[in-house]
């Protein structure tokens, strides 16, 4: 059965875990080779951190993004036969690249050079450990902006809203101090659940910028 009226959004950063996809490794050679190529290209044996790796070396954002953009492309490839062209393809936020090469606006091969490179300027930005990225689930966009605005006054403490992922579920990013302040204000206003996201460098944030001047 072909399926039409379709709309495909990829999944970025924090969404990688150890031995995901390992049946599709043993069972279609090619979706192996995908990463197999992509890993000569990228000097980083990909199978292998997927397989024995931990969630600690997974969560390197100089390994995430290029991992999570094969394995987007890699699935991409194997449902594009059965589907008709999507009338949307869109990504969250890393994978906003997988979707231009689904969409066949960049080359697979320039997407990995570009999120290897972009990997590397957001990892390079923030001393590891003094970022931080949390989700937030139960409160309102407005209550944690007033207090990500209140927190932030003190530039060791900054943060801000990084994602409205839905009506309650928002993700924070800024400094550790700034994150960790924000989630135990959060705490005391009502939120039902806060989870600290299994991601490297706090992406969505202003602590990014110099590292998006120097990507442009």
């Known amino acids: 059965m072909v399926l039409d009226k379709i709309s495909i959004v990829f999944p970025g950063q924090g969404s990688q875990y150890v031995g995901m996809l390992s049946e599709y490794f043993e069972s279609i050679s090619s979706f192996k080779n995908i ?33 999570m953009l094969v394995a987007d492309v890699a699935l991409w490839n194997l449902i594009s036969d059965y589907i ?26 320039d997407a990995l050079i570009l999120v290897q ?21 139960g409160l309102k966009d407005e209550t944690i902006n007033k207090i990500c605005d209140s927190i932030s006054k003190d530039s060791k403490f900054l943060v801000n809203i990084a994602n409205l992922n839905s009506l309650d579920q928002i993700v924070l990013s800024g400094t550790k101090l700034g994150v960790d302040e924000a989630i135990k204000k959060c705490k005391e206003l009502g939120a039902k ?10 992406s969505h944030c202003l602590l990014m910028k110099q590292a998006a001047i120097k990507f442009i």
């Open 35 to 67: 990463f197999l190529q992509s890993s000569e290209i990228l000097k980083t044996n990909l199978v292998n951190l997927i397989k024995k790796g931990n969630k600690e070396e997974l969560a390197r954002t100089e390994i995430t993004q290029p991992l």
């Open 84 to 109: 008709e062209k999507p009338i949307c393809l869109a990504g969250h936020s890393l994978g906003e690249y997988a979707a231009l090469v689904a969409s066949e606006v960049l080359s697979f091969e």
């Open 117 to 137: 490179e972009r990997s590397r300027l957001m990892r390079d930005a923030v001393p590891e450990g003094q970022g931080s990225i949390a989700a937030v689930i």
């Open 193 to 202: 659940r806060t989870i600290y996201l299994n991601m490297s460098v706090p």
